[in-house]
């Protein structure tokens, strides 16, 4: 609790502090060691990520856990990850401004370079699990438009750019180049983008007929409700982190606030997974088994990961004696991992039942485990990565990483002046 | 037309000499099935379900079923996968596939779809079967072509050809006057996962 209020207390002392520096600072690249080592370790991990995906495709994606009847792995579950993660950064700054309402001080351009990292790293995954990928540009001349996947290349593409124009012009709207009805404007896109984005990379699962855990049409608002969560709670992360390295400073009511709005979303995304555990399982048909291998099943330490780990969350959030700086640090974490595990029970759920229960001939091409035969194959998880692709995923995560770091380090991602002022009211 | 199949699983011996042939005529590398013959009850292949004395077994060969609404085709973001609504068959285009696996999480038939992880291998060291059937590539997605090569020529599948116990039809389901409509009209029939609502080209009679 001291270190609480010393920090809040300290907070605006250091924002008058600073403001008079903030115009030479935003011109000039932001110095610090920390940053420094960040940005060579990021870049390390991502030439290494590159090596391993070369690899990958060199020698083959035998050498991946997937297999003909788990088809997808670790880099499609990141992918719905990230572009989760994407979205927070992107609809806290927009909302405010959108709807012309008080917003989270000077956080906003942070916000959206979290945004374009992340949606790197979402495209990064897309594209080390093609088996394919020089043929990527086949996506826009063959393009079927019929295809979610389509929808969701298009999307994610103007997403990115979006995300990009939005930052400059809220740097140009503090130097005044843009006025203030134009950045409303641009807001108001980028929000309807962002939600399109979830909404399509759920369409991606959601309308795979084929599936019974993914297909379901509640699967569109609840891929936003958990981008909102993860979202929020990466912000918060990066926010207070950068606090803690002094590289901008904070009232500590606006932390409040989005940890208020975190647990907000983290109740509303349980609701979501209720409802539609309850629709799975009532009928009592193949759903229930839905049901049974979420609760009790293979996917259990998944499951209850998330449902607990969001409880305590939604707890810390809105019990106000709960929401030091250290414990929102962590409600948010455990609102991160418990969404990361959500996709790992969507991803591995959808191949862990299969639809034709009936057993053939076995190959080493067929399912992960093939070697201990149909039974135990289904009998714990039915796909688990391998050390080549938790690699790659690392790769690609520090790509975001650097993406994030060089922003921090080349853009003046500090409060404007304006901002600046209204937080000292 | 919508070419499609009739398997009579009364007759089915569970020889999987269907499968093989499947693998002769398109020159499949050593891990690829195109066409399984699966079983049910049992905990591996060729196992009864059911108590001794009281036990029983199913044949489902299994090839991709030619959908008439197929799930695969819709997301396919290049088209490497589409229906030839000439024929009713589902092509599968390896040059053009991009390895993205949409199709294979869309078939609702468990299995169908094979992707080449692996670079593709062959026990012998020449290529067998028909002359014009389709390349294998490495990390693209492959299944049943119908042996559209055959059909092309006028010749039936395969797998239709070298079945033993003459379990397996192969012709023009819209037209009333062929074997395989005639068969499904007098004889009870189940398509698999009719409910997915993918109408399969493939009727399992007995
Ligand atoms: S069985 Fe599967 S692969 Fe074959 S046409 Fe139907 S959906 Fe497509
Ligand atoms: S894996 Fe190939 S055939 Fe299947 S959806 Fe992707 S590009 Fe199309
Ligand atoms: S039709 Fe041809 S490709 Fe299809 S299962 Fe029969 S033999 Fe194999």
């Known amino acids: 609790m001291t270190d609480m209020t010393s920090a809040a207390a300290a907070a605006p002392i250091n924002v008058s502090q600073n403001t008079e520096q903030q115009g030479k600072k935003a011109s000039a690249s932001w110095k610090s060691t920390g940053l420094t080592v960040g940005i060579i370790v990021c870049g390390i991990l991502t030439i290494a990520g590159i090596a391993l995906w070369a690899m990958q495709l060199s020698g083959s994606m035998i ?170 709670a990466l912000v918060i992360c990066v926010v207070e982190a950068l606090r803690k390295v002094g590289y901008l400073s904070l009232d500590q009511a606006y932390i409040v606030k989005l940890a208020k709005l975190l647990g907000a979303f983290v109740c509303v995304d349980l609701y979501f997974f209720a409802c539609d555990l309850l629709t799975e399982g009532f009928p009592g048909a193949h759903g229930a088994d839905v049901v049974s291998m979420l609760v009790s099943g293979q996917l259990a330490p998944f499951f209850w990961i998330e449902v607990v780990g969001c409880a305590v969350c939604a707890v810390i959030c809105f019990t106000p004696k709960l929401r030091t700086n250290p414990l929102i640090v962590i409600a948010s974490l455990l609102a991160i991992v418990g969404i990361l595990c959500k996709r790992i029970q969507l991803l591995v759920g959808g191949f862990q039942l299969p639809n034709l229960d009936y057993v053939g001939a076995l190959s080493p091409q067929t399912i992960t485990n093939w070697e201990a035969g149909w039974t135990d194959a289904y009998a714990g998880m039915v796909y688990w990565p391998t050390p080549l692709e938790f690699g790659v995923m690392l790769g690609v995560v520090a790509l975001a990483g650097l993406v994030f770091l060089l922003g921090i380090k080349f853009l003046a991602l500090q409060p404007g002046d304006k901002i600046q002022a209204e937080s000292e009211k | 037309m919508n070419y499609g199949f009739v398997i009579d699983q009364e007759r089915c011996i569970g020889c999987h000499t269907c499968a093989v042939a499947c693998k002769i005529e398109n020159n499949l590398p050593d891990v690829v099935w195109w066409n399984r013959i699966l079983t049910d009850g049992g905990a591996e292949m060729d196992i009864p379900a059911g108590e001794f004395p009281n036990t029983t077994i199913e044949y489902v060969p299994v090839n991709c079923q030619h959908c008439e609404n197929p799930a695969c085709t819709k997301v396919c973001p290049v088209g490497a996968t589409y229906k030839d609504e000439e024929t009713g068959i589902v092509h599968q285009d390896a040059d053009k596939c991009i390895g993205c696996r949409m199709c294979m999480s869309a078939c609702p038939y468990t299995g169908v779809r094979s992707f080449n992880w692996d670079e593709p291998t062959h026990v012998l060291d020449m290529n067998i079967g028909g002359v014009d059937a389709p390349e294998h590539q490495k990390h693209t997605v492959e299944k049943c072509t119908m042996c559209s090569h055959r059909v092309a020529k006028g010749e039936e599948p395969a797998c239709v050809e070298a079945c033993p116990a003459r379990a397996r039809f192969w012709g023009d389901l819209d037209d009333p006057n062929s074997e395989v409509s005639q068969i499904i009209k007098k004889r009870s029939f189940k398509q698999l996962l009719a409910d997915e609502g993918t109408k399969p080209s493939v009727y399992y009679v007995g």
């Open chain 1, 63 to 232: 050498q991946t856990g997937m297999r003909n009847l788990d088809s997808w792995g670790l880099y499609i579950t990141f992918f719905m990850f990230f572009v989760g993660l994407s979205a927070g950064g992107l609809i806290i700054s927009s909302v405010p401004k959108a709807f012309g309402i008080k917003g989270f001080g000077g956080i906003s351009k942070v916000a959206i370079m979290s945004s374009i990292a992340c949606t790197i790293a979402a495209i990064g995954f897309v594209v080390v699990d093609l088996g394919q990928p020089t043929r990527i540009w086949e996506l826009f001349v063959f393009s079927n438009i019929g295809s979610p996947l389509m929808w969701d290349i298009i999307v994610l593409g103007t997403y990115l750019i979006l995300s990009c124009f939005y930052l400059w012009a809220q740097m140009a709207h503090e130097r005044g180049r843009v006025s203030d009805k134009a950045l409303r404007v641009l807001s108001v896109i980028a929000l309807l983008c962002a939600v399109m984005v979830h909404s399509v990379t759920a369409w991606i699962f959601g309308l795979q007929q084929g599936r019974e855990m993914w297909h379901t049409a509640l699967l569109g608002p609840w891929f936003v409700s958990s981008a909102l969560v993860c979202g929020t």
